[in-house]
């Protein structure tokens, strides 16, 4: 009797263990927010151009495109135009547009009179493979950067896509590309308005 | 005595109302509604489109003051509010070849309200068989090698058999060697007015190969398109096919088109129907669609209104990564679709063109606040909306059809986007039994795609007058 009472307690701090530390996975690990930023005031911003880590050449410039029309599409700020962003690149004699120094960020929102810009990596982007089994992965991080101090103020990554136990036991090349990189970006939105 | 007092005193009292009024309805003061005394136009119909403007002038007499006149135009049983004002005429400058119907709605300071009756009014096309074409060489679009020659030669003959006056081929080549044109895919104000004044020519057919496969199963599409030689070159007719070999294949495939020729023919004989349509007056609205293809995500600004006149521009996609000139055929897709709808005015591509290299203005990432504000500019083609996009693949030769493109509509006078889209598509997307649902070709399926963002974009139905919503700029940016 006493045996299967401290089993069954075993079994219960097993599954309370197993719980919370499931909780505290969800959690936002990789998202920063400035506590002292005032998120409401940003109007416009300028999204520049994602770093590319991956080996397809144009997946930075997709995942870009989506980001910027989803963004725009919350209507919470205005996205500036890209080929406004590249003219203002250009203006700021920006080298490397990736990663913009505190000072070309200030230029940057000047010229674009944006209140903040919006950098970014892409550091997977394809097919993954395991064994037998092929699917579709992301994995984005991105930045936001006040345009008047230079300072980041949001930062978060996502993961997406990738091999689940379902593709693993019946197949299947797993989402498309695109509904990932949808999937990957609606995470980043919601890690910024949530 | 009292009693005639009385009598005295109401008479009185009567004898001033009716002053009263008298005198308010001869100050316009307004006891009485307004009415409609007449609707008119010094032009009678039927009168040709783009053959100047047509004004129409209100007579009104009573009501309270200010009156406002709102003057509606009605085709195809759907109503459109095209003025709203304190103007009692209203400048119409019809495009589109149809039987329309006028009116005008008047309402005083108080809210009384009086309607005229409809006034039927026939538009007939720019151009009719007596009109002199000149017939440009076929652009080739379709990024691989194609007999331009042949299908330009077929096409030229088609058009010349249906009785139109063709500039003949040795003017056509004398006048492009003089111009040093190089360019067939548009064409220009200078180079439209040279014709004019040089050659007597009215219009000019521009065609477009997007897609061309000759092999064992083939498929070719087209764009094709009549535009005025007037100072700013105006398109009036245009429209595309794109069909394969495989398109109906039939009971063991023994209705399936091997030849490329055949089907050459087949598309070339479409876009002569479409045109003889136009020529014989009829609004052309082109095939309708098998389902439209919705945009995986869109954007529209809240305010924007898609019931106002506006002159749009559409600039060459950015092409990223896809094929060859797929950046040329995605707006050819939207200049064909826009130019259907009656208040829009599509700039003709050839003209936009003009404008990007007469500035220098080069979009490496697409068109920036400067390059809108050339487009924008009175001065040179002063688009309101000026479209644009990227387009990340476009795959139409081999296998399975697959496009992925993204839009921007810039407003020009707001310098702000006002619409952007996600779309992809592929030929085999929702097909489980068979082949039923697939598309064959990428023309088609593009067509759809195109049509869905026209329809979320400027829906017919969901009209609004243009007055009736205040521009309140951007909602929450």
């Known amino acids: ?13 097993l599954c309370h263990t197993l719980l919370s530390s499931g909780c505290a996975s969800t959690g936002d690990s990789n998202t920063y927010k400035n506590a002292l930023m005032n998120f409401g005031s940003v109007q416009s911003v300028a999204v520049l151009p994602f770093k590319n880590l991956t080996t397809d050449n144009d997946a930075a410039e997709r995942t870009r495109d989506t980001f910027m029309g989803m963004l725009l599409a919350t209507e919470a700020m205005y996205v500036v135009p890209p080929g406004e962003v590249e003219r203002g690149i250009e203006r700021a004699g920006l080298r490397d547009p990736t990663k913009p120094t505190t000072e070309k960020v200030k230029t940057l929102g000047q010229i674009l009179q944006v209140e903040a810009i919006i950098t970014g990596v892409l550091r997977e982007y394809g097919v993954v493979r395991s064994g037998q089994t092929q699917a579709n992965l992301i994995s984005v991080s991105v930045q936001m950067l006040e345009a008047e101090t230079g300072n980041v103020v949001w930062s978060a990554d996502s993961t997406k896509g990738g091999i689940g136990i379902g593709d693993r036991l019946l197949g299947g090349g797993g989402a498309p590309m695109n509904q990932v990189t949808k999937e990957a970006i609606n995470d980043l939105l919601d890690q910024l308005f949530e | 005595m009292t009693c005639l007092t009385s009598f005295s005193n109401n008479l009185i009292a009567l004898l001033l109302l009716c002053c009263a009024c008298v005198l308010s309805s001869c100050s ?64 119409w400058r019809p495009r589109n070849p149809g039987k329309f119907r006028i009116r005008v709605r008047v309402e005083d300071a108080k809210g009384y309200k009086a309607a005229s009756d409809w006034i039927y009014f026939r538009i007939g096309p720019a151009l009719d068989h007596n009109s002199r074409i000149a017939f440009f060489p076929v652009e080739n679009l379709s990024g691989v090698k194609a007999p331009l020659v042949e299908i330009g030669n077929e096409y030229r003959e088609l058009l010349r058999t249906a009785g139109m006056q063709l500039l003949s081929d040795e003017r056509l080549e004398n006048f492009t060697f003089r111009h040093r044109v190089r360019y067939s895919g ?13 050659e007597g020519v009215d219009a000019v057919v521009i065609t477009s190969l997007e897609s061309f496969d000759g092999s064992s199963s083939p498929k070719i599409a087209l764009t094709s398109r009549l535009v005025l030689c007037h100072d700013t070159p105006q398109i009036v007719w245009i429209d595309g096919v794109g069909i394969t070999g495989d398109d109906a294949p039939g009971l063991l495939g023994l209705k399936r088109v091997g030849d490329i020729e055949v089907l050459q023919r087949k598309a070339l004989r479409t876009l002569q129907d479409s045109m003889e349509d136009y020529l014989a007056g009829e609004r052309h609205y082109g095939a309708p669609n098998r389902a439209e293809i919705m945009p995986r995500d869109f954007y529209l600004a809240t305010d924007f209104i898609p019931g106002r006149q506006y002159r749009v521009a559409v600039v060459p996609f950015l092409n990223r990564y896809a094929r060859r000139n797929a950046g040329f055929v995605i707006p050819l897709h939207f200049v064909r679709l826009l130019h259907r709808h009656a208040n829009l005015e599509v700039v003709e591509p050839g003209v936009v063109r003009q404008q990007l290299l007469k500035y220098r203005l080069i979009m490496q990432a697409g068109p920036s606040l400067a390059v809108a504000d050339v487009l924008a500019s009175d001065s040179t083609i002063a688009a309101d909306l000026i479209l644009s996009g990227y387009v990340f693949d476009y795959q139409d030769q081999f296998g ?3 496009i992925d493109f993204s839009t921007r509509l810039f407003s020009g006078s707001r310098r702000q986007i006002v619409w952007w889209s996600r779309s992809y598509a592929n030929g085999d997307d929702g097909v489980y039994f068979y082949d039923f649902g697939r598309y064959r070709s990428t023309h088609v399926m593009l067509q759809e795609m195109v049509q869905a963002i026209g329809d979320l974009l400027f829906p017919q139905e969901n009209y609004q007058p243009p007055s009736a919503v205040e521009p309140s700029g951007f909602s929450i940016h």
């Open chain 1, 1 to 13: 009797m006493m045996k299967m009472v401290q089993k069954r307690l075993w079994i219960i701090l």
């Open chain 2, 28 to 91: 316009g003061l307004g006891l009485t509604k307004p009415q409609i005394l007449s609707l008119q136009t010094e032009k009678d119909s039927p009168q040709a489109a783009f053959s100047g403007d047509i004004v129409w002038q209100a007579q009104v007499a009573g009501g309270t003051a200010p009156l406002t006149y709102e003057f509606s135009v009605m085709t195809d049983k759907q109503e459109s509010v095209v003025q709203k004002g304190p103007e009692n005429h209203w400048r």
């Open chain 2, 186 to 198: 548009g064409i220009d104000s200078e180079l439209a007015r040279a014709l004019r004044e040089e």
């Open chain 2, 400 to 402: 399975t059809p697959k």
